[in-house]
C-alpha cells in the first residue's frame, strides 16, 4: 500500500519552457501533498505544503509564481514550473501523507523527477 | 529554526555486521521521527518510523528514540551490500505534517 507516482521520471527542455509535474496518491487519499527539490549530493528541501482545495504553502525563498501548484484532488497534486531556466534543473519529488487524523502518518515518497534545463 | 543533525559519513561496515546511524534534533517537542532510505539518483523510501521512547524493531532494522536527549539511531543488523546508500533521519513537531530533513549518512557495506 501508500503508493505515489510520479509524473514524468525525466525531463530535458529548453530554458524558457514551463514543465508540469504530476504526483498521484494510487491506493490512499492523500489530504496533504508536499513538492521537495534536492540538488546533488544535498537533502531535500521542502518547497511547499498543498492541502487539497485550498492554496499551496511556500517556504521562504520560493517564488509561487514560478512554481505553480494545484491540488484539484484528494489524489493528485501538480507542480509547474513556468518559465524554466537552467537554475531551476534539480531533482523535484512529491510526498503524500494519507487523510486519516494523528500523527502517525508519514509521507511517502513518488520516484522523483529529474528536471534538466538546457 | 529546527534543525536535524547527522554524521554525513561515509560509514563503512563490513557484511554482516551491525551499521549504527544516529541523529540528533534541536525541537524538543518533536513527535515524529522517520528514517528513510535513499540510494543514489532515486526518491527516498521509508524504512521505520518511531514515535514514544526506546526500541521498535522490524526485520534486520530497529529504531531507538530518546526524547530526553533529543536522539534518534538506526541500527541494522546483518548488513548486506544492497543495503548501502544514504540513510536520510526526519523529524515533524508537534501540531506540524511537515518534516524536517538531516542531511543524510551515507552507508558503504563491504562485501
Known amino acids: 500500500g501508500a503508493v505515489v507516482s510520479q509524473h514524468p521520471s525525466w525531463v530535458i527542455c529548453k530554458s524558457g519552457t514551463s514543465v508540469k509535474i504530476e504526483c498521484r496518491s494510487l491506493d490512499f487519499q492523500a489530504t496533504t501533498m508536499f513538492w521537495y527539490r534536492q540538488f546533488p549530493k544535498q537533502s531535500l528541501m521542502l518547497m511547499a505544503t498543498?492541502?487539497?482545495?485550498?492554496?499551496?504553502?511556500?517556504e521562504q525563498g520560493v517564488e509561487k509564481d514560478k512554481f505553480l501548484i494545484n491540488h484539484a484532488s484528494l489524489t493528485l497534486s501538480t507542480l509547474t514550473v513556468t518559465s524554466a531556466h537552467p537554475e531551476d534543473s534539480s531533482f523535484y519529488i512529491c510526498?503524500?501523507?494519507?487523510?486519516?487524523?494523528?500523527?502517525?502518518?508519514?509521507?511517502?515518497f513518488g520516484d522523483g523527477t529529474r528536471l534538466s534545463i538546457l | 529554526q529546527k534543525e536535524v543533525e547527522q554524521n554525513s559519513g561515509p560509514l563503512s561496515v563490513p557484511e554482516g555486521a551491525i551499521a549504527s546511524l544516529n541523529c540528533t534534533y534541536s525541537?524538543?517537542?518533536?513527535?515524529?521521527f522517520f528514517w528513510y532510505r535513499q540510494y543514489s539518483g532515486k526518491s527516498p523510501e521509508l524504512i521505520m518510523s518511531?514515535?514514544?521512547?526506546g526500541d521498535k524493531e522490524d526485520g534486520r532494522f530497529t529504531a531507538q528514540l530518546n526524547k530526553a536527549s533529543q536522539y534518534v539511531s538506526l541500527l541494522i543488523r546483518d548488513s548486506q551490500p544492497s543495503d548501502s546508500a544514504t540513510y536520510l533521519c526526519a523529524v515533524s513537531g508537534a501540531g506540524s505534517y511537515q518534516l524536517t530533513f538531516g542531511k543524510g549518512t551515507k552507508l558503504s557495506v563491504i562485501p
Open positions: 510526498s503524500a501523507r494519507g487523510s486519516r487524523q494523528g500523527m502517525d502518518q508519514p509521507q511517502h
Open positions: 498543498s492541502n487539497e482545495g485550498s492554496k499551496a504553502t511556500y
Open positions: 525541537d524538543r517537542v518533536s513527535q515524529s
Open positions: 518511531i514515535y514514544s521512547n
